[in-house]
C-alpha cells in the first residue's frame, strides 16, 4: 500500500461500525468513512451518524450526496420497467448499492487512498456489487472486508465494540437494515428461516393511519411528477408519497429468491412509495401502450431487474435497454388514483389524453363502431385457418 489511508463505506449500521474500529485498532490504518445517501435519510439522521463515526475514531467524515443521480440514472429505468424481481421485490438495496459503489470508488480515487472497506458478509450479494465495481472503477485499489474474511457473526461484532466501550443492545442490533429512496429492506434471524414472519417492530415505519384515503399520481412521460395535484420533481414526489403511505404499513414483504453466489435468499423490506408507483405506472401503460409494447418492455424490462440486481450494470447492454424503455415513455402520461388502507392499496383508475380505451372504435363487450359481425366471422375463420391445417394433417396421420 502506498499510504494507510483506506475510505470505508460507512452507514452507522454494526456491520460498519466494527468494521471504523477494528480498522483502525488492529490493522492500524487511517479510516475515512463516508456515507453515500442514495435518499434514505434525513438531515437529522445523516448528523447522527457522522457523530458516531466521529465517536468511532475515523479520521475523517463524509457525506456523498447522490439522491438525483441515483434516481436519473437507475431508479428511472426501474421505474419505466415496472421491475419487480420474482414479481415481489422493487430492488431497493440491488439498485442502491450499485450506485453507492461507484459514488464511493470516485471518493477513495479522489483522496488518494490506498484501499477500500466496506462491511459485506462472505454469503450475500452486497460483497458481489461492491467489489465489482471497485474492481473496474479502481481497481489499483485493495479491497478489504473485515466480517467477510473473519466470518463474524453480529453477537461476535458486538462483543468487540462492548470491549473498546461502545454498547449496543442486542435487542437493537439484532436487524441489519438498509434505508434508501426506492426502499427499506429489513434482514434478522427470521428472514433465515423459511417460515417465520418478520415481528412488526422489526419494521421501521409503524403502521399510524386505519382510515382510507385517496391520492392523485400525476405521470408525464413515464415519470411521476405531481401528488394530488401538486407539482414536484420526481425525486421528491417519491419521498412525499412515502411518507404518506408507509404510515398504512403499504409496501411490507418478504423477496424470497437466487443470489448472485448461488444460494437461495429470504430478505424482508418496506417499499410503500415504489410498490404504489410500479402498480399505477404499469395501470397508466396498461392504458397508453400497444399490446406489443408491453409484451417487450416485459421482457427487457426483466433482463435490466435482473442484471441490476446481479451487478451487470455496466453491462454494455444495459445503455441500449434503457433507451428502449425511455423511447417507450412517449405517452405514458396521466394521473392514477390510489386508494390506501392499511397493509394495502387499490389502484382505481386512470385519465389520460392518450389513453387508447377512449378510441372510438367501440367498448368492449359492448359495442363495435368501426367494423360488422360479418367482418368479425371473416376475420375469426381466417385467424383459425394454422390450426384447422394442423388438426387436419394429423388427424389423417
Keep these: 500500500m502506498k499510504n494507510n489511508k483506506v475510505v470505508l463505506a460507512f452507514s452507522g449500521g454494526l456491520d ?9 485498532n488492529e490493522k492500524a490504518l487511517e479510516v475515512h468513512s463516508a456515507i453515500v445517501n442514495t435518499g434514505g435519510f434525513s438531515k437529522e439522521e445523516l448528523s447522527a451518524i457522522e457523530q458516531k463515526a466521529i465517536n468511532l475514531g475515523v479520521a475523517s467524515h463524509v457525506t456523498l450526496e447522490k439522491t438525483n443521480e441515483y434516481y436519473n440514472n437507475i431508479i ?42 466496506h462491511g459485506s458478509t462472505g454469503a450475500g450479494n452486497d460483497q458481489v456489487r461492491f467489489d465489482l465495481v471497485f474492481q473496474l472503477l479502481a481497481p489499483e485499489l485493495e479491497i478489504i472486508t ?7 457473526s453480529r453477537k461476535e461484532e458486538i462483543d468487540y465494540l462492548a470491549k473498546h466501550g461502545l454498547a449496543l443492545e442486542w435487542q437493537k442490533a439484532q436487524y441489519s437494515i438498509n434505508k434508501g429512496l426506492w426502499g427499506t429492506s429489513v434482514g434478522g434471524a ?22 382510507s384515503e385517496v391520492i392523485a399520481l400525476q405521470f408525464e412521460k413515464g415519470e411521476i411528477k405531481g401528488i394530488n395535484g401538486k407539482k414536484l420533481d420526481p425525486v421528491s414526489a417519491i419521498q412525499q408519497l412515502e411518507e404518506i403511505a408507509n404510515k398504512y404499513g403499504i409496501g411490507r414483504d418478504i423477496h424470497v429468491g437466487d443470489t448472485i453466489i448461488g444460494i437461495k435468499g429470504r430478505v424482508g423490506f418496506e417499499a410503500a412509495a415504489a410498490s404504489i ?4 405506472h404499469h395501470l397508466l401503460e396498461k392504458h397508453t401502450l400497444s399490446k406489443w409494447q408491453l409484451h417487450w418492455k416485459e421482457q427487457l424490462a426483466s433482463w435490466y431487474g435482473m442484471f ?16 428502449f424503455l425511455e423511447d417507450t415513455q412517449t405517452n405514458v402520461t396521466g394521473t392514477v388514483t390510489v386508494e390506501l388502507h392499511p397493509y ?29 359481425g360479418d367482418d368479425v366471422k371473416g376475420f375469426i375463420k381466417i385467424m383459425a385457418n394454422p390450426m384447422k391445417i394442423y388438426k387436419h394433417v394429423n388427424d389423417k396421420a
Excluded at 473485515?146 to 463474524?152: A, F, H, K, Y
Design 146 to 152: 473485515p466480517i467477510r474474511d473473519m466470518s463474524l
Design 16 to 24: 460498519t461500525s466494527y468494521c471504523a474500529k477494528y480498522l483502525a
Design 344 to 372: 394495502r392499496f387499490i389502484v382505481q383508475g386512470i385519465e389520460s389524453k392518450y389513453d387508447l380505451m377512449k378510441s372510438g372504435f367501440g367498448d368492449y363487450g359492448e359495442k363495435n363502431n368501426n367494423w360488422s
Design 277 to 280: 408507483i410500479i402498480k399505477a
Design 308 to 323: 441490476i440486481h446481479e451487478a451487470q450494470y455496466f453491462e454494455p447492454v444495459m445503455r441500449n435497454i434503457e433507451k
Design 76 to 117: 428511472k429505468y426501474l421505474i419505466y420497467g415496472n421491475v419487480l424481481k420474482n414479481n415481489t421485490y422493487p430492488l431497493s438495496v440491488s439498485a442502491e448499492r450499485i450506485y453507492q459503489a461507484i459514488a464511493l470508488a470516485e471518493y477513495a480515487n479522489k483522496i488518494g487512498a490506498s484501499a477500500i472497506a
Design 190 to 211: 427470521e428472514t433465515l428461516t423459511s417460515h417465520l414472519a418478520l415481528p412488526e417492530e422489526s419494521y421501521p415505519s409503524q403502521v399510524e393511519k386505519s382510515t
